[in-house]
């Protein structure tokens, strides 16, 4: 059943029109991802959907009833609000339920008869209706929202306004998930998640209840996630049936086919053109009307046939292309016991973290857990507090920061760029429009720019640099699918260092040949990308799981074996069996300790495993022997 529909949608802002016929459904449990470059109007579309805009022409159809659930701009809360009472806002319609039944039940006590069974019958219905809609469930379900996005109950209970701009962004996301709203509106949903946050809401949406319409530059996500992708280009919205993947592959399809059939109707048209050309010509030298008439049919059959545009392959796109410059030594970076703490939070203890020449590695772990501080102690601009930091021979670093700030954010984009690079304003315009920079708009002032304008202004400064260690906070925050796919290009493509933090799987997927964790204090590394990384998580949980369930069994045998008198019969074999065991089960004891301790070292991880394999053989082998001669033990008693 159709949830939401728009139908030939309109919208311009001044003289520039943003969408022009925008037509596409959502069924009940679809979940549509709304893809387009930056500017396109998707986030005004779901303004509009919510009734905030309003469309210039077109209609968009809501169906009767249906619930729209919406994070729009930051509301205003009075000081006192804790992040706690924002998300129980979400309940204030089952707050009104419970409310008037306990005044139900309060009236019930005092009256009888036919007023009784009247009341009755309205607390019946009442409770039918809070029940239905989940009132029973509410410390559930906010439970497990605050669990999967990860609030901790010193963060519920701090005021609300007293968060930073991503934080409250988050709760107010976490408040329309506890909404259940059948038609969910969401605008960038993985901006400000760490990864754990991103999987639980991937799992979340994939099991949602309703319909999901959302704005995502997220690939990775998408493909976890969409059902549909909607995607909007030049005013129009197309629809492929299946997640980004699939979307890619069949775009490239169409495309192609598409500039088949243009090329195919450009050569029929030259074709008619020219027997037109031709059959005149003959008409004319032998004065032949029939010939001119068959000349004027043809004219009259080109005219009226739908000319095809020609279909744009590729549109504008960032022209990224690092400079060459002289290699650093093979040692990049180097850090050595390093330690690092807050007043509030311990981050790193004794880290050991190496850096080879060449090597491109994502820094990735949970919000908070120290990777922009592992980067500003990298690039001196915070000290740490135990250890040392040594960096190699003739670096040549660049940064780009998560949030880009210029130090005069008053001068233009043209000034800003020409601040360090020497050329004239010519060549500076024509290297900021290879940045998506045109005409008028390199006389903006920087502080007017968006999130993503200032990121793409900072590479292009940085990419007229001498470069070979490259460091990246976030790169592709606040960048469209095209800037982060013409990023990924151009550094693969880069001969130097890279060092990146990143929550965009995709993005790691596509350019990291190693994945460093920062967890418990420490750095683990993963030698690939992404994907390997989760492989071998997954693996190692299993055999962590898979070991404590082995020691508890270790444990239980071994209880047996130091509780038993047997029966006053003793020998020198038994006694024996059970040194060894106990022996055997310190050893593997300890093996598994090293190894949760091993963290940071994978190859040290795997061979501690090996050995205690062996380890764990002797020890069933001796158990089975210690069990046998308890068994004749008993059935000789």
Not at 147 to 171: C, I
Not at 354 to 366: H, L, P, Q, T, W
Not at 488 to 499: C, M
Not at 512 to 526: H, K
Request: glycine share 6%; charged share 30%; with cysteine.
């Amino acid at each position: 059943m159709i949830q939401l529909a728009v139908k030939d949608v309109e919208k311009s802002f001044s003289v520039y029109q943003i969408l022009n016929g925008v037509s596409f459904e959502v069924q009940d449990d679809e979940r549509i991802g709304l893809i387009g470059k930056n500017g396109t109007g998707k986030t005004t579309l779901l303004k509009m959907i919510m009734g905030i805009e309003h469309q210039d022409k077109g209609d968009i159809f809501i169906k009767k009833g249906a619930k729209l659930g919406y994070v729009e701009q930051i509301p205003y809360f009075e000081n006192q609000i804790s992040v706690k009472d924002v998300l129980k806002m979400a309940f204030l319609n089952l707050q009104n339920l419970s409310d008037k039944m306990r005044q139900l039940e309060e009236e019930m006590v005092h009256i009888n008869g036919e007023e009784l069974e009247r009341k009755l019958k309205k607390y019946g219905e009442i409770s039918e209706q809070f029940e239905s809609q989940g009132g029973y469930e509410i410390e559930e379900n906010l439970n497990k929202v605050c669990s999967g996005l990860r609030f901790s109950q010193d963060f519920l209970s701090k005021p609300f306004m007293s968060l930073s701009g991503g934080e409250k962004t988050t709760v107010l996301l976490g408040k329309v998930l506890l909404e259940q709203p059948d038609i969910l509106l969401l605008d960038e949903p993985t901006n400000h998640l760490d990864m754990h946050a991103m999987e639980w809401l991937e799992s979340y949406l994939n099991s949602y209840k309703g319909a999901v319409l959302m704005i995502s530059h997220d690939r990775y996500f998408l493909d976890q996630v969409a059902t549909k992708i909607v995607e909007l280009e030049r005013g129009k919205a197309t629809t492929f049936y299946g997640n980004y993947s699939y979307y890619t592959e069949e775009k490239e399809r169409l495309l192609l086919a598409e500039f088949e059939a243009y090329e195919d109707q450009q050569k029929k048209i030259k074709a008619m053109e020219k027997a037109i050309k031709r059959l005149r010509i003959w008409a004319a030298q032998g004065d032949n009307e029939d010939l001119f008439k068959k000349a004027a049919c043809m004219q009259k059959r080109l005219d009226r046939m739908e000319k095809l545009e020609k279909p744009v392959l590729e549109g504008a796109q960032m022209a990224l292309k690092f400079n060459e410059t002289e290699r650093s030594g093979k040692d990049v970076l180097r850090l050595c016991k390093v330690e690092k703490a807050f007043p509030d939070k311990m981050l790193f203890k004794e880290l050991d973290f190496k850096v080879n020449y060449r090597e491109r590695i994502a820094i990735i772990g949970d919000n908070g857990c120290g990777k922009s501080t592992l980067i500003k102690m990298i690039l001196g601009e915070e000290k740490e507090d135990a250890g040392e930091i040594h960096l190699g021979t003739r670096l040549k670093i660049a940064y780009l920061p998560q949030q880009v700030h210029f130090p005069n954010e008053e001068l233009t984009v043209l000034e800003t760029f020409k601040e360090s690079v020497v050329m004239t304003e010519t060549k500076a315009r024509q290297t900021l429009a290879k940045f998506l920079f045109y005409g008028e708009e390199v006389f903006k002032k920087v502080k007017g720019l968006s999130g993503g304008e200032k990121s793409r202004l900072m590479l292009c400064k940085l990419i007229q640099e001498d470069i070979n260690l490259l460091i990246l906070d976030e790169p592709t925050n606040h960048l469209d699918i095209d800037s982060r796919e013409n990023l990924e290009e151009a550094l693969q493509n880069f001969k130097g260092t890279l060092l990146f933090i990143s929550h965009d799987r995709y993005f790691i997927n596509k350019v990291a040949e190693r994945v460093s964790e920062v967890s418990d204090y420490q750095i683990t590394n993963y030698t690939g990308n992404y994907d390997y990384y989760k492989e071998k998580v997954v693996e190692k949980n299993a055999r962590l799981k898979q070991e404590q369930s082995k020691l508890e069994i270790i444990e239980t045998v071994s209880k047996k074996v130091r509780n038993s008198t047997l029966g006053g019969v003793s020998t020198s074999k038994l006694k024996q069996l059970e040194e060894s065991i106990q022996k055997a089960e310190e050893k593997f004891q300890k093996l598994s300790e090293e190894m949760i301790q091993s963290g940071n070292d994978y190859e040290r991880y795997i061979k501690l495993e090996v050995e205690k394999g062996v380890v764990e053989k002797q020890l069933d082998d001796l158990m089975e022997k210690w069990l046998a001669i308890q068994e004749t033990i008993e059935s000789g008693r």
